[in-house]
């Protein structure tokens, strides 16, 4: 939630509205880092492609492979991944609901330990403790919070996967659209400051956005991501550069 959004109307129906709803998941994560990825090997292609000084041609084929390819294996990886946390979350849940079932007595000690570290005691401890182990799933919901510190709101892997897949394709195309026009409209070397300019546009509008979901200021954000997205493809310039001779 971008953090002026997070300010939000205080009375009961609205805090009840808000609450009856839960907690939603998040994918900024996932767009930021498919289009941050898509941009940065991308370019790091063109980069590297430029420094060895092959040809056009060389950098659209090896630039539209890695869009697809490397597109989709993100995306697979990202599905995989957001798959197995949620795995991993029902196989604790199951875990915890078969503890609560055979040793209610040792589940109830640990709900008792925990509220004990927040600061409750005497009488509001013991309320508070019967409070949750009278409801099962508010029972287990809060030892998967406070023992495993596991959020509530599952994300959904395809979801995560096509965030990623888009994101990387998107920001990926940017650095060969110059290229796709030095054919008969601009030169290879205007193509090749073409593309550093895009692309250097693209990682400052992803970590100027990206600001909009944290307290870091907008330029600061952006430039922090395209110093870094640039950063990586001077290094895959240098290595092209270097190894030009040997190939």
């Avoid at 946390?85 to 503890?99: K, P, T, V």
């Amino acid at each position: 939630m971008p953090v002026q959004e997070m300010f939000h109307d205080h009375s009961a129906e609205s805090i009840r509205r808000r609450l009856e709803g839960g907690a939603e998941a998040s994918y900024l994560r996932d767009w930021i880092y498919g289009g941050i990825d898509g941009a940065v090997t991308t370019f790091a292609i063109v980069c590297g492609v430029v420094g060895a000084n092959f040809s056009t041609s060389v950098i659209l084929v090896l630039g539209a492979a890695n869009i697809v390819a490397d597109g989709f294996s993100m995306a697979a990886s990202n599905y995989t991944g957001s798959k197995a946390e949620n795995d991993e979350f029902d196989r604790i849940r199951a875990h915890e609901e078969m503890q609560v079932e055979r040793d209610p007595a040792g589940e109830i000690r640990e709900i008792r330990e925990i509220y004990r570290s927040k600061g409750f005691d005497g009488d509001d401890l013991d309320r508070a403790v019967e409070i949750i182990t009278s409801d099962k799933k508010l029972w287990v919901d809060t030892m998967l919070t406070e023992e495993y510190g596991l959020p509530m709101s599952e994300r959904s892997p395809l979801k995560a996967a096509v965030g990623t897949f888009i994101a990387f394709m998107l920001c990926g195309l940017v650095p060969l659209l110059p290229f796709f026009l030095s054919e008969g409209f601009i030169t290879r070397q205007d193509a090749t400051w073409w593309s550093v300019g895009l692309t250097g546009v693209i990682f400052f509008g992803i970590g100027s956005l990206k600001s909009r979901w944290s307290l870091v200021g907008w330029w600061r954000s952006g430039m922090e991501t395209t110093v870094i997205g640039l950063g990586a493809a001077l290094i895959a310039f240098g290595i092209g550069f270097g190894l030009k001779n040997f190939i």
